[in-house]
């Protein structure tokens, strides 16, 4: 096998031509709010702080994350050449586990973050230290590298047998794993215990710290000082519920009984408008970073 062909979504006339339409004004907004909340958390002094560096590698990531696959998307759903190469496939599949872990541990490192502010304020310059949020941040951009390599490498050695016609929009493992013509049992409980371990390590943290963040946001006497707090966290928790109800349903079980449809909707959802509605949360949910955005236009 040295090309595959990607199917997309069965789109024909008027529809695909809107369909194609709504998906590049999506990645143009995806593209435009995630830059707009790096340039901005990196140049404003006022948003240089733990919460805001994890903001932008998040950011960076999306936009990462959305050109690895709405293009060529793009690409196969208005030209009649809907191939890639084997080279390429594999490229995608790497970047796609990559940022996907990365973003995982981003938002465990975000939670942390929130946990020291609340949890801890007096401490918390010594706690989310400059030191510390970098080598946070790196451990996450480097945690899925050798999951990525490993995997990769691995189902492109596989035997594909000459089927080469992928029923998806981007090429991902399980619609991979259907043209594999070996024996893939082994391969699908390593994925699934990888997996499991990326999902679980943040998802842990994300829980443990929410858990502590609510006995001391209780703790506090008035109300307005409760939710003074609580919204704080609300973007946040927003955006952990977005990602792991779509992202989760599709990787936890590769080889699931989803049908061919559903599993392409579900995966439009995380591919292409979670990235979009990240930065949309953040920036109305938070009045610092609205503020930036004002300053920076007046500029």
């Known amino acids: ?63 990462c994350y959305s ?16 191939m890639i190469s084997f080279t390429a496939c594999a490229l995608q599949l790497n970047c796609v586990i990559l940022l996907v872990t990365c973003e995982c541990f981003l938002l465990g490192a975000m939670a942390y973050d929130r946990q020291a502010a609340i949890c801890h304020p007096l401490h918390y310059g010594t706690v989310m230290s400059s030191d510390r949020c970098f080598r946070m941040a790196l451990g996450s951009w480097l945690s899925g590298v050798p999951v990525a390599l490993g995997f990769t490498t691995w189902l492109f050695t596989l035997p594909f047998c000459g089927r080469n016609r992928i029923d998806h929009f981007f090429c991902d493992v399980s619609p991979l794993l259907k043209l594999v013509c070996a024996d893939t049992a082994l391969f699908e409980i390593l994925a699934f215990i990888a997996t499991v371990i990326i999902v679980m390590i943040p998802f842990s943290l994300i829980a443990t710290s929410y858990l502590c963040i609510v006995h001391a946001v209780l703790q506090i006497p008035s109300a307005a000082g409760q939710r003074r707090a609580f919204s704080t966290c609300a973007s946040h928790l927003v955006v952990v519920t977005l990602f792991y109800s779509t992202a989760g349903i599709i990787h936890l079980r590769p080889k699931s009984n989803l049908s061919s449809s559903t599993r392409k909707m579900v995966s439009l959802s995380y591919t292409v408008i979670t990235p979009m509605l990240n930065p949309i949360i953040y920036t109305l949910r938070n009045r610092e970073v609205k503020q930036s955005l004002r300053r920076h236009l007046h500029k």
């Open 1 to 63: 096998t040295t090309h595959f062909l990607l199917l997309g979504f069965g789109f024909q006339g008027k529809m695909q031509l809107l369909f194609s339409t709504l998906i590049s004004v999506m990645f143009l907004a995806t593209l435009v709010g995630n830059s707009l909340i790096a340039v901005v958390t990196a140049t404003d002094p006022l948003l240089h702080t733990p919460m805001y560096y994890f903001l932008r590698n998040l950011a960076l990531t999306e936009i």
């Open 67 to 82: 050109l690895s696959i709405v293009p060529k998307m793009l690409m196969i759903q208005l030209g009649e050449r809907k």
